[in-house]
């Protein structure tokens, strides 16, 4: 099952302040042509379910709205989380680790999934369970925060797919993951 990352960062590698805050992205959104999503859209629509941190769902929720439509999307807790009921139903909640929860869905039919939150992302490269990562640097130094990344039992490789530079100074780089190291 194809497994990837799709995430901003600052430049120094961070994808919230330790509160919890993106006013820094939003911010940076704003020098972006309106009709600019960075692939956001395109990459979506090849995703059948987001697999999301328990911070990350509840800072979506804190926004108001619902932007994910009924795409499946499973909200990962290691303790017992109730969905809001004015969720749509096809938002759920589980504790799986991420090799069994990948087997269930995998098993379900699911092709490929989109994991989103930065200790979530840290527990499926731990795994050896992402397959991509396409990242979004925001040309701004936070000097602290929220780490994308976090400590690996062994280096992980990757290959560079692509990158890009926007005129509006945003720098999108897609690898592979090549040596899980399982
Ligand atoms: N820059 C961006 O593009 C971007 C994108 C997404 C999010 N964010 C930001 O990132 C912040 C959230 O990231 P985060 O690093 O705090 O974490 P997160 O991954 O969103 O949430 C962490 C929580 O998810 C649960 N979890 C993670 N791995 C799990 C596993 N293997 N099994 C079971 N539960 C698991 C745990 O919940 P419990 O504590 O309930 O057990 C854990 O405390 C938000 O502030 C958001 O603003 C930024």
């Keep these: 099952m194809k497994t990837s990352v799709f995430i901003a960062t600052s430049l120094?590698?961070?994808?919230?302040?330790?509160?919890?805050?993106?006013?820094?992205?939003?911010?940076?959104?704003?020098?972006?042509?309106?009709?600019?999503?960075?692939?956001?859209?395109?990459?979506?629509?090849?995703?059948?379910?987001?697999?999301?941190?328990?911070?990350?769902?509840?800072?979506?929720?804190?926004?108001?709205?619902?932007?994910?439509?009924?795409?499946?999307?499973?909200?990962?807790s290691r303790k017992p989380y109730a969905i809001p009921v004015h969720m749509p139903k096809t938002v759920t909640a589980s504790s799986e680790s991420p090799a069994a929860l990948l087997q269930r869905l995998s098993a379900e039919g699911a092709i490929h999934a989109y994991v989103d939150g930065g200790l979530t992302i840290q527990s499926f490269l731990q795994a050896g369970l992402v397959t991509d990562i396409t990242i979004t640097l925001i040309p701004v130094i936070l000097g602290e925060g929220k780490p994308l990344f976090g400590p690996v039992a062994a280096d992980v490789h990757l290959r560079s797919i692509s990158s890009h530079r926007y005129d509006f100074g945003f720098v999108q780089?897609?690898?592979a993951v090549v040596s899980p190291f399982r």
Aim: hydrophobic share 45%; net charge negative.
């Design 173 to 175: 780089i897609k690898y």
């Design 12 to 76: 120094d590698g961070y994808i919230a302040r330790n509160d919890g805050a993106i006013d820094w992205l939003n911010a940076a959104n704003e020098m972006a042509p309106p009709d600019e999503d960075c692939g956001y859209a395109a990459f979506m629509s090849t995703i059948d379910v987001i697999i999301m941190g328990r911070n990350t769902f509840e800072l979506v929720l804190s926004f108001g709205g619902w932007h994910y439509g009924d795409k499946r999307l499973i909200v990962l």
